[in-house]
């Protein structure tokens, strides 16, 4: 068990990169641990407009899965404000505040995990990966591990000094097709 008051001291050691999250509480259920967090800071910055929003809209609970600890599961549970844009001009209403390297918009894992579940796929695939997951404490399917490595941006491509060129037919008269390899 996390003693009171030493949650903060936990989370600046295992997550060292991640300002501005203050620890509200420190939860172990089995094999899984819960923690509670909310932003510390005051006002957000509209990605539509650029002007800082201070004005709270709502809040929300947001559930993250990040990185394993000690052969746990970790479930981030992460308060989220939304803000009012009070822009008059910008198209946007409300902006929910994110949290930098632990917050992705629309994403259900932290950017530590999905490095994590792209490695996976890399070195085994989608099967073999998920299969590989259920070992580590980690969840995601054959479909969420292939998700994630299309995500990749593609390697950069190098200077072309042999070009080959092979033409074929889709079918037998009717459409051809060309290759470039």
């Not at 989220?80 to 930098?100: I, L, M, P």
Request: net charge positive.
């Amino acid at each position: 068990m996390v003693p009171v008051g030493e949650e903060q001291r936990i989370w600046d050691l295992v997550w060292p990169d991640v300002d501005g999250v203050v620890v509200d509480g420190v939860e172990v259920v089995e094999d899984t641990v819960s923690i509670d967090v909310h932003a510390g800071q005051r006002a957000t910055v509209c990605p539509a407009c650029g002007m800082e929003a201070s004005r709270v809209h709502s809040t929300y609970r947001r559930r993250l899965a990040d990185r394993p600890i000690g052969g746990r599961r970790v479930v981030l549970r992460l308060m989220v404000r939304r803000f009012f844009c009070d822009n008059s001009a910008c198209k946007r209403r409300t902006v929910a505040e994110q949290v930098e390297h632990l917050t992705t918009p629309y994403r259900h894992r932290t950017p530590a995990v999905a490095r994590m579940v792209q490695a996976i796929g890399l070195a085994v695939g989608g099967r073999a990966g998920a299969r590989l997951a259920n070992y580590l404490p980690l969840r995601a399917s054959r479909d969420v591990i292939l998700r994630e490595v299309r995500r990749l941006p593609d390697p950069p491509s190098g200077q072309v000094t042999v070009l080959g060129i092979d033409e074929f037919a889709f079918r037998r008269g009717a459409t051809y097709g060309t290759v470039l390899i």
